[in-house]
C-alpha cells in the first residue's frame, strides 16, 4: 500500500452517532442513566420527607438513596436492633395512580428488600453495609451514612415505569424514625440531622426508534402485611399471610415479639421451629415445602448468598457469605436459572402463581419459645402484578 492510500483510509469520515440500527431489544436502544431528583438538609429525626419527584426523559429502573447523619457528638453511642437500616420509620412509594409500589418499614424497605430481593446488587453488594459509601454509626458522634435503593425493574427492563410524564409520576414519602428508637439506650448528647439525597436510576427514551421496554405496565410491588393469628411460646398452629395475588418472587417471613423486637437466636427465644423441628410453607392446603428449619436456613445461603449464622458472618467453601439478619426468613423464587438467584438476569418461570383467592401458610408443630410472646410473623413479599400476561424467558432479547 503506498503512502497516498493509507492517507485515504486513514482519514475516512467516521460517524458521529451512537444510535444502534433499528431492530433487536430495548436494552440496545436504551442506554442507562441518572439523574438528581432533590437533596433535603437538616431534616430532625420524626420528620417527614414528601419532597416531589421530578420528570425524566425515559423509564424508571428505580430510586437510589443516601441517608447522611452528621453533626452529633456526646458519649458513647450505640444503634438500636435495627439501626441503622430503620433510620426511616416508614417508606412509601406509590404511583401516579395511588398504587403502592413499595409500602414498609424502612428496616425492611431499605435493608431486607435489598439482601433478599435480588433487585440491586449481586454477591456481597446486596448488603449495603458492604457497599463503599457506607459509613457505621459512629461511637462518640451517632453520625451515618447509609446507602440504599427502591427497586422497580426485577427482570432487565421488565417492571420499569415511564417517567418522561411530569404529571405521572410516582409518590415518594419517608417518616423518618425517633431518635430513641433508632439510638435505642445509648444515644449521641448532641442528636445529629438527616441529609437525604434521592437519586434516580432510568433507562433513557430510544432515539429515532420504535421501542418500549417488555411488558411496559408490569410492576413489582412490596407491601408490609402482620400475617394470623399470633404465635405463642413454643405453640403448634398455623400462620395465613395476607391474601395476595400476583405473581410471587419473594416471600419473606419476620417473626417480632410482643414487644416488635426480632426474635434471637438466644436459648428460649428463637421463635423459628429450633433445630430438629420442621416449619411447613403451605400454598392453599397443599405443603409445598416440610423441612428442617436449618434446612430452610441452608437454602437461604444457597439462593441469596445470606449466611446462616444469625446476625454473624458465616463463611462456606472459602467464601464470606452476608449475615443473615435475626428472625427472618426467605423463600426465593427467582431461581429459574440456577440454585443461586442471579438478580435481573432471571426468566420468570418458577414465580408463584397467586390470585385473591389464594391462601399461602406457614405452620410448625411446635414453633420456638419467645420470651416476650406472643410472637407476630410479618410478610413482605415481592408481587409481580403483569399488565398482560406474564413475559417469561428472557425479556430483553
Avoid at 428460649?268 to 416440610?290: A, E, K
Wanted: charged share 10%.
Amino acid at each position: 500500500m503506498n503512502g497516498a492510500s493509507a492517507g485515504v483510509a486513514a482519514g475516512r469520515p467516521q460517524p458521529q452517532t451512537t444510535n444502534e440500527p433499528a431492530g433487536g431489544p430495548f436494552v440496545r436502544h436504551s442506554p442507562p442513566g441518572r439523574r438528581t431528583q432533590y437533596q433535603v438538609n437538616s431534616v430532625a429525626f420524626g420528620g417527614l420527607i414528601n419532597q416531589p419527584l421530578v420528570a425524566a426523559p425515559g423509564y424508571t429502573r428505580g430510586y437510589r438513596l443516601q441517608a447522611v447523619a452528621s453533626g452529633g457528638n456526646g458519649s458513647t453511642v450505640n444503634g438500636s436492633a435495627d439501626a441503622p437500616h430503620n433510620w426511616a420509620a416508614l417508606v412509601q412509594m406509590k404511583d401516579a395512580f395511588g398504587t403502592p409500589l413499595i409500602v414498609a418499614p424502612g428496616y425492611h424497605a431499605t435493608f431486607l428488600l435489598q439482601l433478599f430481593g435480588q433487585q440491586f446488587g449481586i454477591g456481597p453488594t446486596i448488603d449495603v453495609k458492604n457497599l463503599p459509601s457506607y459509613s457505621p454509626i459512629g461511637a462518640s458522634s451517632g453520625n451515618v451514612t447509609i446507602p440504599g435503593y427502591l427497586p422497580l425493574e426485577f427482570a432487565k427492563a421488565y417492571g420499569v415505569i415511564s417517567s418522561a410524564n411530569a404529571s405521572l409520576l410516582p409518590t415518594l414519602q419517608f417518616n423518618m424514625n425517633t431518635s430513641a428508637l433508632f439510638y435505642g439506650t445509648t444515644a449521641p448528647g448532641t442528636v445529629p440531622t438527616w441529609q437525604l439525597t434521592v437519586d434516580q436510576d432510568f433507562y433513557w427514551l430510544p432515539d429515532g426508534v420504535a421501542v418500549e421496554p417488555p411488558g411496559l405496565g408490569t410492576t413489582q410491588q412490596w407491601v408490609y402485611q402482620p400475617a394470623n393469628p399470633t404465635i405463642g411460646s413454643a405453640a403448634s398452629l398455623n400462620v395465613q399471610l395476607p391474601r395476595l395475588g400476583g405473581f410471587l418472587t419473594t416471600i419473606l417471613a419476620e417473626l417480632r415479639d410482643s414487644a416488635g423486637a426480632r426474635v434471637t437466636t438466644a436459648a428460649g427465644n428463637t421463635g423459628f421451629p429450633t433445630t430438629g423441628n420442621r416449619l411447613r410453607f403451605i400454598v392453599d392446603g397443599v405443603p409445598q415445602m416440610d423441612s428442617l428449619y436449618t434446612t430452610l436456613q441452608d437454602d437461604m445461603a444457597i439462593a441469596n448468598e445470606v449466611g446462616t449464622a444469625f446476625g454473624a458472618t458465616a463463611t462456606a467453601a472459602g467464601t464470606t457469605l452476608n449475615p443473615a439478619p435475626s428472625g427472618v426468613l426467605c423463600i426465593s423464587r427467582k431461581t429459574a436459572l440456577s440454585q443461586s438467584a442471579q438478580g435481573l438476569f432471571d426468566t420468570g418461570e418458577v414465580f408463584l402463581s397467586t390470585n385473591p383467592g389464594t391462601q399461602i401458610e406457614f405452620a410448625a408443630a411446635p414453633w420456638g419459645g419467645v420470651g416476650s410472646g406472643p410472637m407476630t410473623l410479618n410478610a413482605l413479599c415481592g408481587q409481580v402484578v403483569p399488565s398482560g400476561a406474564l413475559i417469561q424467558g428472557l425479556p430483553e432479547v
